[in-house]
């Protein structure tokens, strides 16, 4: 007889100080994951962005050349919403990002850097859960990024004149995954969730015709709320957790 499994998710890890976000494009993370990043920043810790590309592909009615520094503007904008003001990108071409060696290389330098207790990314699996296909770059970046924590810490792979290998990543947070492990209060950073996520309004307006308020609030609240279901009823955050 099997033992019934506790489908309630548990609360993120508090003790760190610094985290790091690696995601493919300029809103990824903000579709479900800044209202996290809120409640930390104000909680004193320390958050950066580090984005494989500017989402120059992102926009069918606007060049690539055009596109890559408006939503470069625009992520910016809206990082600085959640009290993140680091934001670097790596320069990968939009919709075209490969897995191998060249981006978990950009990806360990850049734990390197920053010297993060957590990283965070976005699911990295082949779907959303059921038939719902997830995209090559966000499978590429959240693969990469797993790997890339351990390339990190060793010394021998990917060396970096000037740098010193960082061992220091305890967990990587999987945020959109369809079996999540963990979560984080949603409640006081929901509103600039919201408004972070309206930064990206060119991206936005191409994306539907809905007014784009309704539409982010309408998405973000209703994330959140399915999420609260496994969590205290508390609107939440969900993240698979991968400790090191």
Known sequence: MTEPTNDQLKPMPEDWKRALAVVAHPDDLEYGCSAAIAAWTDGGREVAYVLATRGEAGIDTLEPEKCAPLREREQRASAAVVGVSEVEFLDHKDGVVEYGT???????????????????????????????????????????????????????????????????????????????????????????????????????????????????????????????????????????????
Do not use: K
């Open 102 to 244: 060249a981006l978990r290389r950009d990806i360990a330098v850049a734990i390197r850097r920053h010297r993060p207790e957590l990283v965070i990314t976005l699911n990295h699996r082949d779907t959303w859960g059921g038939v719902a296909w997830n995209t090559s770059d966000h499978v590429a970046v959240g693969r990469a990024t797993l790997d890339a924590a351990s390339d990190a810490g060793n010394r021998w792979i990917f060396p970096e004149p000037g740098l010193e290998p960082w061992d220091g990543v305890r967990w990587v947070a999987v945020a959109g995954s369809s079996t999540p492990t963990h979560a984080v209060d949603a409640t006081a950073g929901l509103e600039r969730a919201v408004l972070s996520l309206l930064e990206h309004r060119t991206y936005i307006e191409v994306l539907t015709d809905e007014d784009p308020e309704t539409y982010v609030r309408s998405f973000l609240t209703g994330f959140a709320q399915s999420a609260g279901e496994r969590f205290g009823g508390r609107p939440a955050v969900s993240f698979e957790l991968f400790s090191r």
